[in-house]
């Protein structure tokens, strides 16, 4: 699979690449000063950050005309420094074309390295003294490989490894940030956890904000995948600092085109919830209790099928949120222990009765403490 994703920095480098607008913009986005260019005077840092607060808030015409400067005054010094490449004998050629190559994957990396908070700016730093080469093909201008490198990033717990593969889930290629999301989710640490909950805020003021027109439909559709998928990690690895932000998603994007199979299915997300076991993402499930669409089908014995619908699942997902056994509100279990309603009298009596108990036990602010922790 893979997605057109837009960037403001693309008119630079591309694939800088990142499905998110303004997540990994400038040091300016994240707070960070950006320190001076080597070699250059402070007189050029300063036009050089004058032009890019034009490309990044001016109207449209300045900011073609700052573009356009922007690359005259960064290609310049480059392309004259060069010179004539063919003219080089072709060992010569290569040398080159592989060291400008380079430049590229390090100013990228750079760019990503300086929107980064500590400690993961310094987990990155870490994984790129001991993996260097590694680090700098994951930000290649070639897809096939950066999704390489992300293949071969050591799973290492609580290392920089989680701070790069939340990077690549931005990443323009839609099979390098699923491979990322996919090993991600095999990780499941704290670090990447943390960081995939930067890139779930981000994705959801993007889709909210209106960023992705009728024309981009299909591109926000793949970020709300990547958003379920990243919620599906950070349930994994029980990072309960981001249920804030996992229920502000569920939220906004459970009510849209976008959570349909595929894309933001919401039973990944109650089985994400519940595993956060965090009380405070109840009432975002609550909502959901009248999703009547299927979910999966049970079987519950010889020619016992049973439905389960998105709405049992938020239900199963708030049992185990509040510690209540499925079987006093009407769920049967088969052998491999399979939970579903037998009928559907037994389902709207099922929802009834939790609808009962919770407006009769659950306080009426959620709980900021975590549900008991399970084994």
Known sequence: MRSATPHLLCVLLTPLALLIPLALLSPFASGQSASAVQGSSPADNDALRKLIEQIASAD????????????????????????????????????VVRALERYQSVLRLELARVSLREPDRKLLDEFTRSQRALVEQLFSDAPALRLAAVRRIPLKPDSGAGV?????????????????????????????????????????????????????????AVVARF??????????????????DVVAAVRVLARTPFAAPGFFELPPIAAALAELGDRRAAPVLMELLDQTGSSRVVSLGPGRLATVTVGDEMLLALL??????PADFGFQANDAGALAFPDEDTRVEGHRRFRLWHRENAPATPESQPAQERK
């Not at 356009?68 to 310049?76: A, D, P, V, W």
């Not at 185990?320 to 056994?325: A, D, F, H, T």
Request: hydrophobic share 40%; proline share 4%; net charge negative.
């Open 320 to 325: 185990r949120l509040y510690e209540r056994p």
């Open 60 to 95: 449209e015409d300045d900011r073609e005309d700052a573009e356009e400067e922007l690359i005259r005054r960064l290609s310049g010094p480059l392309v004259a420094a060069v010179g004539n490449l063919e003219a080089r004998p072709i060992e010569q050629q290569a040398r």
């Open 164 to 220: 790069l593969l939340a990077l690549k889930v931005n990443d323009a290629d839609g099979d390098v940030a699923e491979a990322a999301l996919d090993s991600a989710l095999r990780l499941r640490d704290e670090v990447v956890a943390r960081s995939l909950v930067h890139y779930v805020r981000s994705a959801t003021q993007a889709i909210a904000g209106g960023y992705y027109g009728p024309q981009d439909s299909d591109t926000a």
């Open 227 to 244: 958003v379920r998928m990243s919620i599906e990690v950070i349930g994994a690895a029980r990072y309960r600092e981001g249920v804030p």
